[in-house]
């Protein structure tokens, strides 16, 4: 089932649940998915386009939540918080640091990388080969420390 067709069932459950906090995150990633859809190409979107869109709303959602904090709002980062949970159940399981750490090691030695000047190269394979497993400001923190 794509995340299009899990998204139009986890709506109609928050709709008869009258849960409005998940309604409102799925309606935001409803339209997130219908303006990708009409944005010129007739092409339907994949699955890895699916994830990239999740991705995005996700991080929208956190980094408004955290500068509502920096704000002491918490009463507008709660909501923003628990949107991006909801959203967070479409994404692929996300791997912990640790094996993100071993991905990057075997990614730096297939490249041969050695310096700074090579985070480009590692970043670049990196991103595509953990594409919707890991955050990419997670990825550049482990290039950065262990190319340093």
Request: hydrophobic share 45%; proline share 1%.
């Amino acid at each position: 089932m794509s995340v299009q067709a899990q998204v139009m069932e986890q709506m109609k459950a928050a709709m008869k649940s009258k849960d409005t906090v998940a309604l409102e995150a799925l309606r935001a990633l409803k339209s997130a998915f219908l303006l990708a859809n009409t944005s010129g190409s007739n092409v339907d979107l994949s699955s890895e386009d699916e994830i990239k869109i999740v991705q995005k709303l996700v991080k929208q959602r956190k980094d408004s939540a955290a500068i509502f904090q920096e704000q002491d709002r918490n009463d507008l980062a709660e909501p923003e918080l628990a949107q991006a949970k909801i959203l967070e159940q479409f994404l692929p399981e996300q791997i912990n640091e640790e094996e993100l750490t071993s991905a990057i090691n075997e990614i730096i030695s297939q490249t041969g990388a050695s310096s700074m000047r090579d985070m480009g190269k590692v970043m670049g394979i990196a991103s595509k080969q953990l594409a919707g497993k890991a955050d990419g400001k997670a990825i550049s923190t482990i290039v950065k420390q262990l190319l340093s």
